[in-house]
């Protein structure tokens, strides 16, 4: 691919084996800058490619996985892909059966991205602990620089489309 930038699957049924199949791609792509999978049956498996692929992908700027089952397994593959990647702007995993292990990690690998502005956490699992943190991160800018993180209760009850 040299021209596709923007690629929206919305409630496509791609499920772990397209999300397989798109990682893959997006080892070796470097045009794409916006993936849109959003209710598509993805689960752990699916999630975990795919944050794989973003270790290496330095185009992909946002990227929404809402409304997949993707739960902890996937959430800290995620986690552990945004110390590496420094291009992904946004990350929406918005009511992906997220529970607490999960929100820890992508809560713990907050500090260590620069580029993240928007991480959307909304309809998931957050304990006490995980909410306390989260607003501790926002009331300290310092610490969090210039990113933000959307959880339960206290922002828009809708997932962000696009950027």
């Known amino acids: 691919n040299t021209v596709l930038e923007k690629l929206d699957l919305f409630d496509n049924n791609i499920g772990n084996a397209g999300a397989l199949a798109l990682a893959d791609a997006l080892k070796v792509n470097m045009t794409l800058t916006k993936l849109y999978l959003r ?3 993805i689960g752990t498996a699916g999630a975990v490619a795919l944050a794989d692929a973003l270790k290496v992908n330095t185009d992909l700027i946002s990227l929404n996985v809402n409304f997949n089952h993707i ?5 800290v593959a995620f986690a552990d892909m945004m110390k590496v990647n420094m291009t992904l702007v946004t990350l929406s995993l918005y009511e992906t059966h997220i529970e607490a ?4 990690a ?3 690998a907050i500090p260590f991205n620069a580029s993240l502005c928007a991480l959307e956490l909304g309809h998931n699992a ?3 602990e995980a909410n306390a943190e989260l607003h501790e991160m926002l009331g ?4 969090l620089a210039a990113q933000r993180a959307v959880a339960n209760g206290w922002s828009d009850t809708k997932p962000a489309r696009e950027i």
């Open 39 to 41: 209710s598509n049956n």
């Open 71 to 75: 739960g902890d397994d996937g959430a």
């Open 101 to 104: 292990t999960g929100i820890a």
């Open 106 to 108: 992508l809560l713990d």
């Open 126 to 128: 957050l304990d006490d």
């Open 140 to 143: 300290h800018p310092s610490r």
